[in-house]
């Protein structure tokens, strides 16, 4: 490769792998919907080395990330649809138009106004407008992902609550209803359409409490994870695994997991 910035040098890279005589079996058999599972995978690889705090991890996972969109923009320049120049451009020319209060003489009194006038900036720049409320989520989005941003567009046209009390009450609803459902022996299809029901109303709580259901679930996973392992631990001292452990000999361990824990 010849002497040239990293990031041209990665463009490089790429135009190689995609070489139809030279480059990479694999990489040059490669289509948009191919590679979405793998730039999906690497989304949430950024998120995890986030959430584990460890920078070193980031900056590779940032990388993987920044080749799935070179290889995109390189697919399309191939078929001559734009080049990465282009996303590149477009995206500066755009967060330049949505920040007025940074880049022109736009002021705004808090992130409550900054933000609507976001939302305006961005219906303003459409040509059409969404022929419903609802339209332009994707349907690839994690499940509670896509409830936020359903429900948020619902809000949007006073479709919503404007206190968590109800929330609250909602979500005890749900779980009384597949509770029911349970007792009454419903067939699984009936469960899951109740089951959907609690988790759609959990994500609605957690937006109005502003926090994001994925980034929390994904703390609870891992507090089950470490605390499990701790468990693992323990019961190897002792020479034996939890399967050959009852489950109130686990649950005891569990809750001095739990007690490990505290400050």
Known sequence: MTDSSPLDALLELMA???D???????DREQTYATIVPHTIEEAYEVADAIARRDWAELRDELGDLLFQVVFFAQIAREEGRFEFADVARGIVEKMTR???HVFADARYT???EQTAAWEQLKAAEKAEQPAGVLDGVPLALPALTRAVKLQRKASKVGFDWG???PILAKVQEEIAEIRHEIVCHAPAERLADELGDVLFAVANLA???KLDPEAALRGTNGKFERRFRRIEQWLAEKGRTPTQSTLAEMDALWERAKLHEKP
């Open 163 to 165: 206190a968590l009390e």
């Open 110 to 112: 808090d992130a409550a």
């Open 16 to 18: 190689r792998l995609r």
């Open 20 to 26: 139809p005589q030279t480059g990479c079996p694999w």
């Open 98 to 100: 949505r920040h007025p």
């Open 207 to 209: 937006r109005h409490l």
